[in-house]
Antibody, heavy 123, light 109 residues
Framework: QVQLQESGPGLVKPSETLSLTCTVS????????WSWIRQPPGKGLEWISY???????NYDPSLKSRVILSVDTAKNQFYLNLTSVTPADTGVYYC?????????????????WGQGTMVFVSS | SSELTQDPAVSVALGQTARITCQGD??????ASWYQQKPGQAPILVIY???NRPSGIPDRFSGSSSGNTAALTITGAQAEDEADYYC????????????FGSGTKVTVL
């Protein structure tokens, strides 16, 4: 059974860096894409980024300048660093496995999600 | 357009059929995937691809697509189906970006 678990500080000060870890268990991190998705309080889901096991990355354009992703295949973990945070970055942060199926019509979906971790940005 | 548009809310009587739609240009080239989220819980995948359900998802959930519109149908809605539902696809204007719809609150009456 594949499981994902987010971890990191629940409180970050404005202008500092938010650092989160996603630990993958029950499956190898290799061979898949892994995403970060967030949800501000009372609002909808916002895709942040994805990283492949080989380090290929992609980001939402609105966050690209502040997002740093990395992966450690030996630890079966991947990481999110979001720099220069503001209160607008407050929310629940989820990690998820991103599946791609290429075909005549392409299919991308997130089949496994972590439980999420709440991050407050406040002084 | 890079947006996915969903109706904010849908109500359905217990045992009846609910249809939730998602509109966006990217849906002409990419299937939508659908996620159910209950309060305080992480989203779960309910439909992906042409019309695929992950293991454990009841067969009352089905998906369809036509042109720039995808739909999630709940046939014989149950009380436990009351939740927020989000569609997802890839952004056709920024090829590698993923995008979520704004979500639909489904109320089972």
């Amino acid at each position: 059974q594949v499981q994902l678990q987010e971890s990191g500080p629940g409180l970050v000060k404005p202008s500092e860096t938010l650092s989160l870890t996603c630990t993958v268990s029950g499956a190898s991190i290799s061979g898949h894409h892994w995403s970060w998705i967030r949800q501000p309080p009372g609002k909808g889901l916002e895709w942040i980024s994805y990283i492949s096991y080989s380090g290929t990355t992609n980001y939402d354009p609105s966050l690209k300048s502040r997002v740093i992703l990395s992966v450690d295949t030996a630890k079966n973990q991947f990481y999110l660093n979001l720099t220069s945070v503001t209160p607008a970055d407050t929310g629940v942060y989820y990690c998820a496995r991103r599946i791609r199926v290429l075909g005549v019509v392409n299919d991308v979906h997130f089949d496994i999600w972590g439980q999420g971790t709440m991050v407050f940005v406040s002084s | 357009s890079s947006e996915l548009t969903q109706d904010p809310a849908v109500s359905v009587a217990l045992g009846q059929t609910a249809r939730i739609t998602c509109q966006g240009d990217s849906l002409r080239n990419f299937y939508a995937s659908w996620y159910q989220q209950k309060p305080g819980q992480a989203p779960i995948l309910v439909i992906y691809g042409k019309n695929n359900r992950p293991s454990g998802i009841p067969d009352r959930f089905s998906g369809s697509s036509s042109g720039n519109t995808a739909a999630l149908t709940i046939t014989g809605a149950q009380a436990e189906d009351e939740a927020d539902y989000y569609c997802h696809s890839r952004d056709s204007t920024y090829y590698h970006r993923d995008v979520f719809g704004s979500g639909t609150k489904v109320t089972v009456l």
